[in-house]
């Protein structure tokens, strides 16, 4: 069994041309300090479930992803915000959705797990037990950063219908390179955050926290806050955390699929996830990717689109990050 944290921040239709070397540093050096940050709960001993909550906090806390500061917009120009986390070992899990004054939606949802006798919290009521709970809350302003406000207006413009995800707008940039925009942030990546880990006491953790996807309807809910969709967790099988298009991740019950593909057939972490994200999900024309741990520590990477903002990292090593295939 070997302790490990791996991490995403979404996949899309990243490219090498439209990113500078420059700009990859700064996603890698981004994804470093998450590992680092999970990492280090993990070699000091401490809980699958401290070490994903440590790095989703990180992710959260970065505006170059889809989740906490740096959310994409909804088609109001408004944030609504989804996170999940949920502990393999006992199962107990905490969700909210819909919320744009909690500063850090993972940790709503950590304290939803272990402070309430319910598990999923939505829209003002999540927020006010997140202020009751002490959780610091903040304006809808403090996730808005200008880059995701131009992305919004730019797929207003060209595709107003479409809610479309983060990283995926590659194309849309390469193809107008005087547009106003970060080359990395793109229109149609799916931004969404998470972490998976296996700690040294065999017990597994997942966590995933988005923005969701830009211009979405207002109350549109995605797979990330839906257990069994885009986070799951147990320590018989594996921890799961999605990004992509969530509405197939929601229609495949994708996180589960894994486990119980895992659990019924006996199948290998490889062989079900495989399955899922390349035969499932393309079926009903899911995109995206997904990382997963099993309670030996091994552990997958899959997505089908061009890239997937990735990493992984053991205590005592150095931790490695990806971004392309
Ligand atoms: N899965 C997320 C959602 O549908 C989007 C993403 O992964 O970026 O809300």
Do not use: W
């Not at 990243?14 to 540093?25: P, T």
């Not at 170059?64 to 944030?79: I, K, P, Q, W, Y």
């Not at 903040?138 to 200008?146: A, G, L, M, R």
């Not at 107008?176 to 955050?193: C, R, S």
Request: charged share 20%; proline share 4%.
């Amino acid at each position: 069994m070997k302790p490990v944290i791996v991490i995403h921040g979404g996949a899309g239709a990243m490219s090498r041309s439209a990113m500078s070397a420059d700009k990859e540093l700064v996603y890698h050096a981004a994804l470093r300090r998450v590992l680092e940050a999970g990492q280090s709960v993990l070699a000091q001993g401490g809980t699958a479930v401290d070490a994903v909550t440590a790095a989703v906090l990180e992710l959260e806390e970065c505006p170059l992803f889809n989740a906490g500061r740096g959310a994409v917009f909804t088609s109001d120009s408004t944030h609504e915000l989804d996170a999940s986390i949920m502990d393999g070992a006992t199962l107990r899990t905490g969700a909210i959705a819909n919320v744009s004054h909690i500063r850090n939606p993972v940790l709503a949802a950590r304290k939803v797990m272990e402070a309430s006798r319910h598990v999923f919290f939505v829209g003002e009521g999540a927020e006010r037990f997140a202020r009751d709970h002490g959780l610091q809350m903040v304006e809808p302003s403090y996730f808005s950063t200008p880059e995701r406000h131009a992305q919004l207006l730019r797929v207003q413009r060209d595709t107003p219908d479409a809610a479309v995800l983060d990283h995926d707008g590659q194309a849309l940039v390469e193809s107008q390179p005087a547009a106003p925009v970060h080359p990395l942030d793109m229109d149609k990546k799916f931004g969404t955050v998470g972490a998976v880990a296996l700690d040294m006491h065999g017990n597994l953790a997942a966590a995933t926290s988005t923005g969701g996807i830009t211009n979405k309807q207002v109350g549109r809910v995605g797979d990330a806050p839906i257990i069994g969709a885009g986070c799951y967790a147990s320590n018989q099988t594996c921890a799961v955390s999605t990004t992509g298009t969530g509405e197939m991740y929601i229609r495949m019950v994708a996180a589960y699929d894994i486990a119980a593909r895992m659990r019924y057939t006996g199948a290998s972490l490889q062989a079900a996830a495989d399955a899922v994200m390349f035969e499932e999900l393309p079926s009903i024309g899911g995109k995206g990717g997904l990382i997963a741990v099993d309670g030996q520590g091994n552990f997958v990477m899959p997505f089908n689109t061009e890239g997937m903002y990735r990493g992984f990292a053991r205590p005592g090593q150095e931790p490695v990050t990806e971004i392309y295939r």
